[in-house]
């Protein structure tokens, strides 16, 4: 059990302090954030106008994965995918990336590929995501 706790606390481990999102910058987000969509997660996305780096949140309601050790893992696995991907995006955004139902059960490759296809809109869209 040990070797498995070593071996995988990257995949465990959330994100530093700086790069999470704060209580009130979430309720902004969530209210004034654009809307982007994804097959297993979307996202509500606002950009701050700071040069501060960019900070995220995870939420997986219990509307979408009732027990809570499922939600727990569920939203490490977002966590994770969201890490590798956290680079493509500039800094000054603000990010809360929501469960949909259909994320039981799927593929971790899937979840990061969902993520990378919200990262590249948000890109994409670049200063307008309001």
């Known amino acids: 059990m040990d070797i498995f706790i070593r071996l995988n606390i990257e995949y465990f481990d959330m994100f530093p302090k700086e790069k999470r999102i704060s209580s ?7 209210a004034d954030g654009a809307h982007i969509d994804g097959q297993y997660v979307y996202a509500k996305v606002l950009h701050t106008g700071t040069s501060l780096d960019s900070c995220f949140g995870v939420v997986v309601p219990q509307s979408t994965v009732a027990q809570s050790a499922h939600r727990s893992r569920v939203k490490r696995r977002i966590t994770h995918a969201l890490k590798q991907c956290v680079d493509q995006l500039d800094t000054g955004y ?5 469960a949909k139902e ?28 309001h």
Do not use: C, P, W
């Open 24 to 30: 009130e910058l979430f309720k902004e987000v969530y």
């Open 94 to 98: 603000a990010m809360v990336v929501f």
């Open 102 to 129: 259909d994320i039981r059960g799927t593929e971790n490759e899937k979840i990061q590929h969902d993520i990378q296809n919200l990262l590249e809109k948000v890109v994409e869209n670049g200063k307008s995501v």
